[in-house]
């Protein structure tokens, strides 16, 4: 995957092509920040039965849709390079370095800038409290908040209706919840989410073009020989 590139299979759903009828301010994006399993059942409860790993997976992806969903309207480009670096944590977390977004202005581009905010911000916490120290709660909470954001945004697409429970179905079966810690669950990586064919993720990775990847340098200190195939 690019960084500055949208999936093709998001874009041929059209999902960027719909009105911007969705409602947006501070309160609902707060909504969504402080969700908790009673916010939504049946997705806790779908959400819980599958591995943090797969949440994670799940998350990042849900947040694809979102940006997606604005692409048409705003530049998305830091979004997308936050995407690749969490696609590369899924590999091995030491790959990533996601400090939180700037806060964006309430003013008339909110309606924008408020859920490509929120979503990339709790696709970080993710990153922060499930990934990286292994802390369950507020990883779940959030976990679900970024798929009731992706559905309060995305939710008139048709592909975007069918893709969420699917994906959860899918997940369930491959990636079931599991009593092992974070580093040690099988990763539910872009190739689960991408259709067959999509090529190699890890080959698209540069650290030169992404600053939310950590240096060849950097990696290498922590122990990793070979961080980026193929790069000098």
Known sequence: MNAMNLPDHLLQTGIDQLPLDYKWD???????????????????????????????????????????????????????????????????????????????????????????????????????????????????DTSIGVCMLAEHVCGRSPAFKAWLPETLRRLQQQHPDVAL??????????????????????ATLSPQRNPYLRSAAELQADGMANPYPGRS
């Open 181 to 202: 810690p974070v580093s040690a669950q099988p990763p539910a990586g872009v190739d689960f989410f991408r259709p067959a064919g999509a090529g190699s993720f890890i």
């Open 26 to 140: 501070v309160s609902i994006g707060n909504r969504f920040q402080g969700a908790r399993s009673e916010s939504k059942p049946k997705l806790a409860e779908a959400i819980r039965a599958i591995s943090t790993k797969a949440s994670y997976g799940l998350v990042i992806a849900a947040t694809e849709w979102v940006v997606a969903r604005l692409s048409r309207h705003i530049d998305v480009s830091d979004p997308l390079q936050r995407i690749e670096a969490s696609w590369a944590a899924m590999i091995d977390a030491r790959y990533a370095n996601l400090p939180e977004p700037d806060e964006p202005d309430v003013d008339e581009r909110f309606v924008l800038t408020g859920p490509l905010w929120t979503s990339a911000t709790m696709m970080g916490d993710c990153f922060e409290y499930g990934i990286v120290p292994d802390d369950n709660i507020i990883f779940f």
